[in-house]
């Protein structure tokens, strides 16, 4: 149809020339959507925001500050304070140490006085990274140091260049310095493990008669108890090993048919002043008698462990009173590694045979019965990392944060006497350790 | 944008990218304990796909300043097609096929409608041009078809009028009368007829929106020309021409009709593509800003 | 070639003299004369732009546009109108209707060769006793290659045409200009007058006002300057006669006019010649060198005292220069009008001076006079009619030609004496004594006398003795519009009546032949011609209603089957080919 | 009648005997005796002529005569009214009034036609006319005059205006033409008044009876209203006297009567120093001529052209290379820069600073009020000034006036040669010694629209240079017009003629107000002789002529080709260099290419997506650089026009006045509107500029192809790259 006619200039006299500034209404859409849309995302993010911080969470917190959850700003502490509501921005991206503080009123010295920088809390603490304990610090921040220790003054009591528990790491201290006759004078006591760990053995005798015989485990004098008897499971410590309950059923200390009672195991005195009431009571005035039970009660039983003065110059003489019996008393470390910890009941599933392997052998009270790191390192072999989750079975943990602590926030449970208690003979082994 | 023989390099290029992130990606997601965003590779998709979806975006961007010379406007447009395509291969790789969290997940989707949707819109603007140059010819610009429907009205009133005018009996005096007499008979009820037609059938489809306007009678092209070729029968020839130009008229706003169809399609895509973007492009600097500041 | 960029010796006053020569120079180098040149002529003389302009704007010879490659001229007036020259013309249009941007067919004056009838020009060639095949071949030699040579040659004394001039006293050449020679050496200017009185002589251009009273009017007229002027313009249709006396007599011309001049005491002497007349250009030009070289031209001739110098002035064309005072104009230079009389030519003619103008054949006849004696002039004319004529008849007759009859003779004797008659199986209906100007006469007058007088009193005239005979082949109607057609060509525009009336006759008369009549024509006529007649400003324009007049007065049969009937005998009218 | 010499003499008229000295005509002498004979040819203060013969009187000779001419004699008996005499009278009247138009202009305007009223009071009404009216009209009416209207079908050959002219005015103009029923009067050699050596002293309108000759009032004009509303303009128009303006050399010689009937068409305006008088780009229809004090003309700077800064391969460095505004257009490859733009006014405005001054005596805004184009330049008081402000006609009058002709071409001359003469490129090498030769040698001539200065065939004897206006080369060819060229101001023609010594080898014609420098010959051939290195350079022009010409001819054959060709050469695409075609199966229509476009031209467009369709491509609206530049006819200011290259562009002058825009047959070229800078930036309002495709000529590609996303947009050489689809490459096929 060519009745109307189509040149390129009516066509092009027809429009506005302008027209391209005011805009395709396409155009227009597209940009309003674009622009509802980034509204919607920010309202979105916004409302969520209030709702719960989750959105922006960086990754799940810890158990510990689980509390916190929807709080960001009780540790992001707000820019301005009050505008702590105000997402992101809001509040600040580090945590100040004092965020931390405010709870962890009290956390124990660092090692300051050696360190040479003080890193904050964050630095090794790293939340936002799941339900982990928050403790398990990377190892970053102890090699930082460690992996070539400089201390600010003195020369360094310990190893230099540790740059993980597989590698670096020295054997365990008492392992390295213990000597013999540090050992010996160390526990005092003599015991035969592997005799004790016999079948069949002969067993409590009540009233003379055997109950029949036993085999004793590890366990059944080794339990994970504190000195005063608690569950020690939090400190995972084995509780010293102790008479009344763990050796008396077997190892009584009659000293005389007609008095049924045992001689008190406390102090030598205090059993010489109960074998001579009893005695005199039943036999008064019948000073052979007492002699007889004197003997053999300081001279039979408590020497069978103990070692008593007097009593070992004349092994055999039993008809010879000891004018007073002096009993050396036995020492147990209530703790073994002094600035590592080690928990028993973490390690409980393990047979105590696999890591204590020559206690079955062990024939003298001497033996340290400790095992030493290749024995750790055969599970903590480095495979691992701190906060990584478990690849594989067979390969346990090896962080630093494991066995060591920064902070040394909780005390440790050395015996110290209270009130009406008796004294515990549980020591630091360090203690007995020489000092650098 | 047609996919030609020139998109060749982009496509083996874009091959040869996913190829090789995969190489990448599938041994470590083997081995990984926890593949994802935090590990290194997986951060590194991440910051990939990050750039791409930026440096798609910022087509938006140079399309505002068409004249700075930062390379030619086609090397970008085919830049955005195939690095925006790529960019959902990397946000797979980057999240290893999990979402993990609320803002991750929408942004797995976001991607994935945004390319999608890129996708679809290369497929129309591949197809659709020469559709729309087969099938309305009188094509004119988009954003001026209002004005130029307006217009139309304007030019097919005038025809109508002409129509009218040509066979209306004769006035005034003098010899053109006697001739007009001559040649044409009264035509009265006819004329009246056809302006009735053309206001009631042609001049409202001429104004009326284009929804509308399918739904009238005009807009059926056959049936249109049996009508104005009933017309014609009616009037001598002479009145032919005003006739056939109304015809021809109602025949441009037809197909400038047709065009508004043809065109909402070609850019309407982007209706979802560009907002999409954009919301995309924003919760991805803030996941990522997030995620590195935490 | 161009023209030089300063005129000199330009006279006080004259500046257009030869203005012509310098618009002919421009045409013959360029084809045409445009706007720069005429504005480097009109720098060159001194005068304004528009001076030159609205001369060569007048005159149809001079072209302002550039000329077309052949340009076919077709003369359409009562001699070639009766000859066939519409039809020509007619089929000429048609041949080259689809070539016209190379060739035009349009009208041109009669051009003087009547007796050859019809006549076309190409390129300004005339081709004479032509027809449609000729011309056709012509104009095809002419659009394939130009021509260049001029004009042919025909014959150029009466010897040679082997014709014997009753009129020429003399016998042989060598006595030529005897008689100028011996009023020279006696001076007896006043015995020369009374024998011109004597010998009656008129004027032949058509007035036949007595000769010797315009000489001694202009000899008493005060005033030491003083003009002799041969009216040899000669254009009106059907008129020829000058032509031959041109070609075959070119000294009694000149002799007349050295005579006249001599009497009446003018120092110079304009040979006023039609620019169509080239041979005869060429023949007065032989002459006037040969008349130079014997002395008889010039300052003091013969020891006489007496100075005078001869011009043959080539008129730029058209009818209106025949007109005396028109005539004058065109000498100075200026358009062709007519002036207002008073004053008189013989008063203030050329350049406002007293001047003496004269038909071609009255100088001659003034030197058979003053040859033979005013008695033998006298006496040769034949019924009381004094005098001899030259008489040419053309029209439908056998032999046209021009032919030197005594007065008296009657028009019968004319057209079928001398003539030949007309021609087989036709009938004479109608001839007008002298061209258009005389308006027609029915067949039943040819036995008129040519006497001025006794034709005068029929409400014709003498005039310049041009007889063209109708026969029954031809509308006296037509004819009337032939002639009134002539008049509006050739009409300069003037006057209001003459430029306005002459085409409303014209239109008037178109109608007439197409068969429209309104109630009122007749007096619508009567009105027109009384307006032409009474008001026109010179003879043209009076002279126009003539031959529509004397049709209606001859001819009322005739008109009274046209107006009413609308019947056309001859079958001209009404067929839409006029 | 010397005879009677002198003396009173005694003659009856009508009855009544009157005595009148000798030499009285009789029209006169009846005058004296109280009888007043009708007459139309006739004035008092002119010589008779007898041409209308209206007063013709019975005096007793054969034939009535005019008694405005004829000389009273003593006993004379005239009779001046009788019957017979009236009815040749009314005759007359009738035959009159049967060609012309009644009522008449002059009967129309003020109802004083005398033909009109004095046929009407001897009861001759026009329309009882009798007679056939005349069928073609002698000749058109000529509007060309701008203060005088020829309606020649009104005109009744009285001559009253031609003695007017010639012997009252003694201007020397006005004659008759022609003879018989076309005779008519004629200005020069019948130029349209115009164009004519008329004056415009309004003799002849004044003298005219008739509605021929009428004085064009410029309708619903007058410089005292529009002074009002017109807040530009509040200074108050003071009238001025007519015999103020007659005391003023440049009105010498000018009817009084005229200057009174155009009353309102010539002001007086006082203006304050800094004032401005006129805007660039403003429409107008006045001129000024200043009486008194000193005026700034200058044109805001030209407007900001960008070039690419920085423009480097490699990615990162484009994106480094940024667009910068140049303050004055450098076009690489062309010979010369302009060095001065050409204003509305006797002076030429340097082209880095543009600004000049005139002085009293000084004429401007010419252009404006003759072709109505916009103001080319803002006009500032720089004194406190006394102005006349006229419209067209008046302005005629003045620029017709022939001393102060003399004077505006003499500050031609003077001012401006020199400067002309060397903007063209080839002649910017003539020394200034010579340049003072030709001052005195050269000549400064007007044409008129239509008016053809030389012409094909005729002997070259000069050369031209265009002052002001248009000039449209054309060359016959196979009998028709074909256009070769169109030259704006600034450009020159006749080289050929001259250099070859042949005829003139084409036609030029005005196409509006032209003026020309006319070099004649032999100064022209001093010139090459002088400067033999203009002759290899007008030499090197020449065969280009003659190259591009015979180019037309062989495309002008080949107009006529065959059907698949049809629609290509329909379009007119082969006349285009450079189209820019879009690809409709890759475009999207997503405009950025319009966007682009808008981008880098100051925020408008010069391309729109819109046109007709050439095979899959779309032949968007933008410039194609035709072949036969149509816009460039008749640009005002003369901004528009080619690179060497032949891209067409608008220099920065442009007023704006759209006529190129009209010109284009494809609408490429848009008006627009833009914000004032340069000198003229403060001021308020906006200036409008006609902008079209420049390439984008300052960088490497045109914007919209480099923008275009889809590989749709391509700039292109029609013929070549239809080559394969036309089966020819009509290029190739020229050659």
Request: glycine share 8%; aromatic share 6%.
């Amino acid at each position: 149809m060519a009745i109307r006619k189509r040149t390129t200039k009516s066509l092009a006299r027809r429009h506005d020339l302008d027209y391209f500034k005011k805009g395709s209404d396409i155009r227009l859409w597209q940009w309003r959507l674009a622009l509802v849309a980034l509204i919607a995302a920010i309202i979105w993010l916004g409302a969520s925001a209030f709702r719960s911080s989750q959105a922006f969470s960086s990754g799940p917190i810890s158990n510990a500050h689980a509390v916190f959850g929807q709080k960001c700003e009780v540790c992001h502490i707000p820019v301005v304070s009050g505008m702590g509501w105000l997402p992101v921005v809001g509040n600040r991206r580090h945590v100040p140490d004092s965020a931390c503080l405010s709870c962890h009123v009290n956390t124990g010295p660092h090692h300051t006085d050696l360190a040479k920088i003080t890193e904050p809390c964050s630095s090794c603490h790293i939340e936002h990274i799941g339900a982990m304990h928050l403790a398990a610090t990377p190892n970053k921040g102890c090699t930082e140091c460690h992996a070539n220790l400089e201390v600010s003054h003195g020369t360094p009591s310990i190893a230099t260049h540790i740059d993980s528990f597989t590698k670096g790491h020295p054997d365990f201290r008492p392992l390295r310095l213990a000597s013999a006759e540090l050992r010996t004078s160390a526990f005092g006591l003599k015991f035969d493990h592997s005799v004790h760990l016999k079948k069949g053995l002969l067993g409590p005798v009540v009233d003379g008669a055997p109950q029949g015989k036993v085999t004793l485990q590890c366990a059944s004098c080794h339990r994970v108890e504190d000195a005063r008897g608690r569950d020690a499971a939090h400190s995972g410590l084995m509780a010293p090993v102790k008479f009344d309950t763990d050796c008396r059923s077997c190892h009584t200390l009659n000293f005389d048919k007609s008095v049924a009672e045992q001689a008190p195991h406390t102090t030598a005195l205090a059993a010489l002043q109960f074998l001579r009431t009893g005695v005199s009571a039943a036999h008064p005035g019948d000073d052979g008698a007492m002699k007889r039970a004197e003997a053999v009660l300081f001279r039979e039983k408590c020497s069978l462990c103990h070692t008593v003065s007097g009593a070992e110059s004349l092994p055999r003489v039993t008809n010879i009173a000891l004018e007073t019996p002096v009993v050396t008393p036995t020492k147990q470390p209530e703790r073994w590694f002094s600035s590592a910890i080690f928990s028993h009941t973490v390690h409980g599933s393990v047979q105590c045979s696999e890591c204590h392997a020559n206690a079955l052998t062990s024939t003298s009270g001497k033996d340290l019965l400790l095992p030493d790191i290749k024995t750790c390192q055969r599970c903590h072999d480095g495979q691992s990392r701190p906060q990584g989750p478990v690849l594989q079975s067979g390969h346990a943990e090896s962080g630093c944060f494991l066995c060591h602590e920064y902070h040394e926030t909780r005390p440790h449970p050395v015996a110290v006497a209270q009130g009406s208690e008796p004294p515990s003979p549980a020591f630091r082994l360090d203690e007995l350790l020489p000092r650098h | 944008m047609r996919i030609d023989q020139t998109h060749k390099p982009w496509l083996y290029f874009t091959l040869a990218a996913i190829a090789l992130s995969a190489i990448v990606f599938i041994p470590y997601a083997r081995t990984a304990t926890q593949p994802g965003g935090g590990t290194p590779i997986g951060l590194t998709f991440g910051v990939l796909a990050l750039a791409l979806m930026v440096f798609a975006a910022l087509l938006s961007v140079r399309k505002r300043f068409p004249v700075i010379r930062i390379g030619r406007s086609r090397l970008w447009l085919k830049a955005h097609l195939w690095l925006g395509f790529l960019a959902l291969p990397m946000v797979l790789f980057h999240a290893a096929f999990h979402a993990r969290g609320l803002l991750a997940a929408i942004l797995m989707v976001l991607t994935i409608i945004v390319v999608a949707s890129g996708v679809y819109g290369a497929y129309l603007q591949h197809t659709l041009p020469s559709k729309m140059f087969r099938q309305v010819p009188y094509e004119t610009i988009y954003d001026q078809i209002p004005v130029i429907r307006a217009q139309l009205v304007t030019e097919a009133q005038q025809q109508a009028f002409n129509v009218a005018e040509m066979l209306a009996p004769a006035r005034g005096a003098g010899a053109t009368v006697v001739l007009t007499m001559l040649t044409v008979p009264e035509l009265g009820a006819e004329v009246a007829a056809f302006g009735l037609f053309f206001d009631s059938e042609v001049l409202p489809y001429l104004q009326a929106e284009r929804p509308l306007a399918t739904r009238m009678a005009m807009y059926d092209r056959t049936r249109a020309a049996e009508e104005f070729d009933n017309y014609r029968k009616l009037f001598p020839q002479k009145a032919w021409e005003p006739i056939t130009a109304i015809q021809d008229i109602a025949e441009e706003k037809r197909q400038l009709d047709h065009q508004l169809r043809l065109h909402h399609f070609l850019h309407g895509w982007l209706l979802m593509h560009l907002p999409l973007s954009a919301a995309l492009l924003l919760l991805g600097f803030i996941h990522a800003f997030v995620a590195l500041r935490y | 070639m161009p023209l030089p960029e300063v005129l000199v010796n330009i006279e006080p006053g004259r500046n257009k003299l030869g203005v012509f020569e310098d618009l002919r120079h421009v045409q013959e180098n360029i084809g045409y004369v445009p706007t720069r040149e005429i504005e480097r002529i009109a720098t060159r003389r001194g005068v304004a732009v528009k001076d030159v302009h609205t001369v060569a704007s007048f005159y149809p010879h001079f072209r302002l546009k550039p000329p077309i490659r052949v340009d076919v001229r077709v003369c359409d007036d009562m001699t070639c109108h009766l000859r066939g020259a519409h039809q020509l013309q007619r089929a000429l249009a048609r041949q080259y209707a689809s070539a016209s941007e190379h060739v035009q067919v349009r009208d041109i004056s009669c051009v003087g060769r009547c007796d050859h009838a019809p006549v076309v020009s190409i390129n300004e060639h005339y081709h004479e006793d032509t027809n449609f095949r000729q011309i056709v071949t012509e104009i095809d030699k002419e659009l394939v290659a130009p021509r260049v040579e001029g004009h042919s040659h025909p014959p150029r004394s009466p010897e040679e045409r082997g014709i014997a001039i009753q009129c020429d006293p003399y016998s042989s050449p060598t006595d030529h200009y005897s008689i100028y020679r011996s009023l020279l050496a006696n001076k007896n200017f006043d015995e020369a007058l009374a024998e011109l009185k004597g010998g009656e002589l008129r004027g032949m251009g058509g007035a036949g006002f007595p000769t010797f009273i315009k000489w001694e009017g202009a000899r008493k007229s005060p005033g030491d300057e003083k003009f002799v002027v041969c009216n040899a313009d000669e254009s009106e249709p059907g008129t020829i006669k000058d032509r031959f006396i041109l070609q075959y007599l070119p000294h009694m011309v000149f002799e007349g006019m050295m005579i006249a001049g001599a009497i009446v005491g003018a120092q110079k002497g304009y040979l006023y010649i039609r620019h169509e007349y080239e041979l005869q250009t060429e023949v007065l030009n032989e002459e006037l060198a040969h008349l130079r070289e014997i002395g008889l031209v010039g300052n003091n001739i013969l020891g006489s005292g007496i100075n005078f110098d001869l011009e043959v002035f080539v008129s730029p064309g058209g009818y209106i220069c025949g007109e005396e005072t028109a005539l004058m104009e065109a000498i100075q230079g200026n358009r062709s009008e007519p002036r207002n009389k008073p004053p008189r030519t013989v008063n203030s003619g050329v350049w406002g001076k007293p001047t003496a103008l004269n038909n071609v054949e009255t100088f001659c006849h003034a030197i058979t006079i003053l040859g033979r004696g005013g008695e033998w002039y006298h006496n040769i004319g034949r019924n009381g009619s004094p005098g001899i004529k030259f008489v040419g008849v053309t029209g439908n007759v056998r032999n046209p030609g021009i032919f030197e009859v005594p007065m008296g003779t009657t028009y019968r004797e004319l057209v079928f004496d001398y003539a030949g008659g007309p021609f087989e199986g036709r009938e004479i209906i109608g001839f007008a004594p002298s061209g258009p100007s005389s308006g027609y006469l029915p067949a039943s007058l040819l036995d008129t006398p040519l006497d001025w007088d006794k034709v005068k009193a029929l409400g014709s005239m003498l005039g310049s003795g041009a007889v063209v005979v109708c026969d029954d082949t031809s509308c006296m109607l037509d004819m009337a519009l032939v002639a009134s057609r002539f008049y509006r060509n050739e009409s300069c525009g003037k006057c209001s009546p003459c430029r306005i009336g002459t085409q409303k006759l014209v239109d008037l008369l178109e109608n007439w032949t197409l068969g429209i009549n309104n109630p009122g024509d007749n007096k619508l006529l009567k009105d027109l011609s009384n307006v032409l007649r009474a008001a026109s400003l010179c003879g043209l324009g009076q002279i126009a209603p003539a031959p529509i007049q004397s049709v209606i007065k001859h001819f009322p049969e005739l008109m009274k089957r046209h107006i009413e009937d609308h019947v056309c005998s001859a079958g001209i009218c009404f067929a839409g080919s006029v | 009648m010397a005879h009677h010499d002198s003396g009173p003499m005694t003659l009856t008229v009508d009855d009544v005997e009157v005595t009148v000295p000798h030499g009285t005509t009789v029209f006169d002498a009846a005058r004296l005796a109280g009888i007043t004979i009708p007459v139309l040819c006739h004035q008092q203060n002119q010589t008779p002529v007898g041409v209308c013969r209206i007063c013709v009187c019975d005096v007793g000779e054969r034939a009535l005569q005019a008694s405005c001419v004829f000389k009273a004699e003593p006993g004379m008996v005239v009779k001046t009214n009788t019957e017979p005499i009236q009815a040749v009278r009314n005759t007359l009247y009738e035959l009159m009034l049967s060609d012309h138009p009644s009522p008449c202009i002059r009967q129309q305007q003020s109802h004083d036609c005398e033909l009109e009223t004095q046929a009407a009071a001897a009861g001759v009404l026009p329309a009882a006319n009798r007679f056939k009216q005349r069928a073609v009209p002698v000749m058109q009416a000529d509007d060309s005059s701008v203060a005088i209207h020829v309606d020649y079908s009104a005109c009744i050959l009285c001559d009253r205006c031609i003695r007017g002219c010639s012997e009252i005015r003694h201007n020397n103009v006005i004659a008759r033409q022609g003879k018989g029923y076309f005779a008519a009067i004629a200005f020069d050699s019948n130029e349209p008044m115009g164009n004519s050596s008329c004056v415009s002293c309004g003799e002849c309108m004044v003298s005219c009876p008739t509605g021929a000759l009428t004085n064009k009032k410029i309708v619903g004009q007058s410089l005292f209203e529009d002074s009002d509303g017109d807040p530009t303009t509040h200074n108050k128009a003071y009238p001025v006297e007519t015999e103020e303006l007659l005391a003023l050399p440049v009105f010498k010689g000018v009817s009084g009567t005229f200057l009174e009937l155009n009353a309102g068409a010539v002001v007086k305006r006082m203006y304050k120093a800094g004032e401005v008088v006129v805007r660039e780009g403003d429409n107008g229809s006045t001129a000024f001529y200043i009486l008194e004090g000193d005026v700034d003309i200058l044109i805001g700077g030209p407007r900001a052209h960008v070039t690419t800064e920085n423009e480097q391969d490699g990615f990162f460095k484009k994106m480094v290379s940024r667009i910068r505004p140049k303050t004055q257009d450098v076009r690489e490859g062309e010979r010369t820069t302009p060095t001065h733009i050409r204003i509305d006014a006797p002076v030429d405005l340097p082209y880095n600073d543009p600004i000049a001054q005139l002085h009293a005596g000084d004429l401007f805004g010419e252009m404006t009020c003759m072709s109505f184009y916009p103001r080319s330049a803002t006009v500032r008081a720089k004194t406190d000034c006394v102005m006349l402000e006229m419209l067209r006609n008046v302005l005629d009058v003045m620029q017709k006036n022939k001393t102060f002709r003399a004077k505006l071409e003499a500050n031609y001359r003077g001012r401006a040669l020199g400067t002309h003469l060397r903007s063209v490129p080839i002649f910017s090498t003539v020394s200034e010694d010579f340049i003072d030769i030709l001052r005195d040698r050269v000549e400064l001539i007007r044409f008129a629209p239509g008016q053809i200065i030389c012409q094909e065939g005729e002997p070259a004897d000069s050369f031209f240079l265009i002052r002001i206006g248009f000039v449209r080369v054309s060359q016959k060819r196979l009998g028709e017009d074909l256009v070769l060229a169109y030259l704006p101001r600034g450009g020159y023609f006749g080289v050929m003629g001259l250099l070859r010594e042949i005829p003139r080898t084409a036609t030029c014609t005005a196409l509006d107000h032209v003026e020309v420098v006319k070099i004649k010959a032999p100064d022209f051939h001093l010139m090459l002789d002088r400067f033999p290195e203009i002759r290899l350079q007008i030499e090197a022009v020449a065969r280009q002529r003659d190259k591009e010409n015979t180019f037309q001819l062989q495309r002008t054959t080949e107009r006529q080709s065959a059907q698949p060709l049809h629609q290509f050469l329909a379009q007119g695409l082969m006349d285009a260099q450079s189209l820019l075609i879009l690809d409709l199966e890759k475009c999207t229509r997503c405009d950025q290419c319009v966007k682009a476009c808008a981008d880098a031209h100051d925020g408008v467009t010069r391309l729109l997506r819109d046109g007709v369709r050439f095979d899959k491509y779309l032949v968007a609206t933008s410039c194609r650089q035709c072949r036969d530049p149509l816009c460039m006819v008749g640009c005002p200011v003369g901004s528009i026009r080619r690179k060497n290259s032949l891209e067409v562009i608008i220099e920065d002058w442009c007023v704006g006045c759209g006529l190129c825009a009209n010109n284009c047959p494809y609408g490429n070229i848009t008006i627009h509107e833009f914000d004032r800078d340069g000198k003229d930036a403060g001021t308020k309002g906006k200036v409008r500029k006609a902008t079209s495709c420049d390439l984008c000529h300052d960088m490497k590609e045109p914007s919209c192809v480099y923008a275009c996303p889809h590989d749709a947009a391509h700039r292109v050489k029609p013929n070549e790259f239809f080559a394969g689809m036309l089966g020819t490459n009509l290029d190739e096929a020229a050659k």
